[in-house]
């Protein structure tokens, strides 16, 4: 783990079928350690931004590094790897409806063959850092939006990724929850995970005064050090 | 893949399996598997019949009258040395004239009025395959020694062409209960991945291997494909087993393969064609859903 720049983005546009201009020429290098904010109105490209990252999808033209690796030239079966240095949550959480809180996270070290004393040591580990420890044995229905959001945060954090990549994962909560999300992911961060999020939470960006990355029509506008939501003249 | 993670993953394959309308699939793959055995059991007798009739075909090669005696022996080897013949038989002129005598039996009395024997000296020449006899008649025709050859060609033209027809045939429907039985097997799968596709993408998302995805679906339609061909098996080896013994009893003449290797070489097709199809129609349905 020797690179100080964990994603390099070099000219990358995305076209999508129908000549779809997702992303156009965008150049972003985010380092380890990095809390970045992807701002922009809908359709400016900001969950696709995110998608090559964990190689959802690849550029149409330029490159993407993750981790020094060139994504779009990853070999099918190296894919997984990657991601298994990624952690994705969504707005829509994407849990099982069928397995406990437990048996969610224990779910993203199942599918990697983790042994079971690992998983029996990580699951409850990921379960108190984001609070949960008493939910286990509970299921998905049985919890609140944010409730469900921290397991979707725990299973991502649970195999100790490089980066978190978040699309919204706020979109759904309420402003005392959503407020309560942030820091646990703040606290990840201060961990040494790298978190890239997309919001269109105004008072979340403006009150952490993290770095801030602009897009508008699939290009950067704005890239800030300490920005805030909208551009502070 | 780990045993832990194979055995884990088995268990969902069969706890789908009695989730999902597979029963039908079953009786369907069976019904192909039925149909495509029935062929390859009538394709091997007809083989079987083929190559008794086979075997049995001769070509007689006639012998110049003029030839020096020491060139019986010389006609013989170049005879024998011709690929695809099994056996050459000399016939004398005298052992013609008695074949000729019991054939036409009763008739037979004007033979002992003939101031001499006409009928010239001869070869039966056995075939290894009928479908050679246009190509050994032509090369046994070239020999000095040889007036002429006699065979029935176009008999043996019509065997070999039938049994080629018949096994194309088969072939023809082994593909079609490929293709048919493994898009059936492939609904019955897309049922279940349709159903776990959310967990599927999670997997992608956190890193699982296409194979620890696919193996659950892909034993789930090896298992359905296996239970059709074994089904059809069962009743394939039982009904032909009493047909054979039916047609012996009634008709003993005909070659029917009676020996429990074809039919365990038929049954271990099948169970193979089964396999195969749950496989093929396994893959089918998931290759949408593993791109993510």
Known sequence: MGWLTLVNMYGVTKVYPGNVEALRGVNLNIDKGDFVFIVGPSGSGKSTLLSLIYRGTVPTRGHVLVAGRNVARLRWRDVPMLRRRIGVIFQDYKLLPDRSVYDNVAFALEVIEASPKEIEKKVPQALSMVGLAHKASAMPEELAGGEQQRVAIARAIVNDPLILVADEPTGNLDPDTTLDIMDLLCDINVRGTTVVMATHNHVVVDRMRKRVVQLERGMIVRDERWGAYCHEA | ?292
Not at chain 2, 151 to 160: F, H, N, S
């Open chain 2, 1 to 292: 893949m780990k045993l832990r993670t194979v055995k884990s993953l088995s268990g969902q394959a069969f706890r789908s399996l009695k989730k999902t309308p597979s029963v039908t699939s079953i009786i369907v793959v069976m019904a192909c598997m039925l149909v495509l055995s029935s062929f390859m059991l009538v394709a091997v007798n007809l083989t079987r019949i083929g190559n008794e009739f086979q075997a049995g075909v001769q070509i007689r090669a006639f012998l110049s009258p003029d030839m020096p005696p020491d060139a019986v022996d010389r006609t013989h080897a170049a005879i024998q040395a011709i690929p695809g013949v099994a056996s050459v038989k000399y016939v004398g002129k005298d052992e013609a004239l008695q074949r000729l005598g019991k054939q036409l039996g009763e008739n037979n009395f004007f033979l002992g009025d003939l101031p001499r024997n006409p009928l010239p000296e001869s070869f039966d020449i056995s075939l290894l395959r009928a479908a050679d006899a246009d190509r050994i008649a032509a090369a046994v025709l070239e020999l000095d020694e040889v007036s002429d050859v006699r065979y029935a060609p176009k008999l043996v033209d019509r065997l070999v062409g039938v049994l080629r027809i018949f096994w194309v045939v088969t072939g023809i429907i082994a593909v079609f209960v490929l293709v048919g039985a493994s898009l059936i097997v492939s609904n019955t799968i897309k049922l279940t991945v349709f159903a776990r596709r959310k967990e599927i993408e999670i997997m992608k998302l956190v890193g699982a291997t296409d194979a620890f995805i696919l193996f659950p679906f892909v034993l789930e339609g090896i298992i359905i494909g296996l239970l059709g061909a074994g089904a059809a098996a069962v009743i394939v080896g039982a009904g032909y087993q009493g047909l054979a013994k039916w047609i012996s009893s009634v008709a003993p003449f005909m070659p029917i393969v009676t020996d429990s290797g074809h039919l365990g070489l038929a049954i271990v097709i099948m169970l193979c064609f089964g396999a195969a199809v749950g496989l093929v129609g396994s893959n089918i349905s998931t290759k949408r859903y593993l791109k993510v």
